[in-house]
Every structure is written in structure tokens, then in C-alpha cells.
């Protein structure tokens, strides 16, 4: 629904929101309870001051799916961009078909927006 009261149907909604925290965003735009669910996004719980563990073995919550159904991430440079949208394409589309994709690291969340 826009502003102005309009809705209009969608398959898909795509934010390009620029820099910043991308589950900042998901607050703004969607919820603070969303944002909440997802948790942080980037790092890998490396125990660092801008890195907060515990460790999870893979990028927190960027190219694979989140806590909240539907909500993906994808972001950084155009190289990053580039590479890692194939891997995100793909996983959407087989979980379109049905197919079963079993991602590692779908850790509790331990780091509020």
C-alpha cells in the first residue's frame, strides 16, 4: 500500500536502500518486530568489537534465507553483487519448484537490530 493509499499487487518488492544496516532498514521499512526476528546481518561472530559472537560459520543472514519467511538479503559491492546473486537467484527458484535447499547456520538469534 502506498502513502497515498494505493495498492498495487506484487510478486516481488526490491529495496535498493543504499548504505547502511540492512536490518535498520528491515525496521524502518517493514517492522522493529522483523528486524528483531532477523537479528544482525553481515559478520560471522568473530568476538570482535564490531563483530559480536558467538561464532556461526558463515556470513550472518546475507544470501541464503532469514528467520522471517520470504526476507533475503543481498548487498555490498558490485562485485559481490554480481557473484552472489546467481547463488540467491538459484535458492529462491528451487524453493519455488519445491525443491529442498538445507541451509547451514540458521543460528538462534542472539543480536537485536
Known sequence: ?????????A???VYAT???SMNGWAAKIISQEVADKVGKCWGMGSDTSKDPGP?????????KPTHQEALWFHGRNLHQSRHYSQYLSLQIKARMEGIATPVYGMEPVHHLS
Request: glycine content about 16%.
Open 55 to 63: 561464532w556461526e560459520g558463515e556470513l550472518r543472514n546475507m544470501w
Open 1 to 9: 500500500m502506498l502513502t497515498d493509499g494505493t495498492e498495487l499487487e
Open 11 to 13: 510478486d516481488l518488492i
Open 18 to 20: 543504499g548504505y547502511g
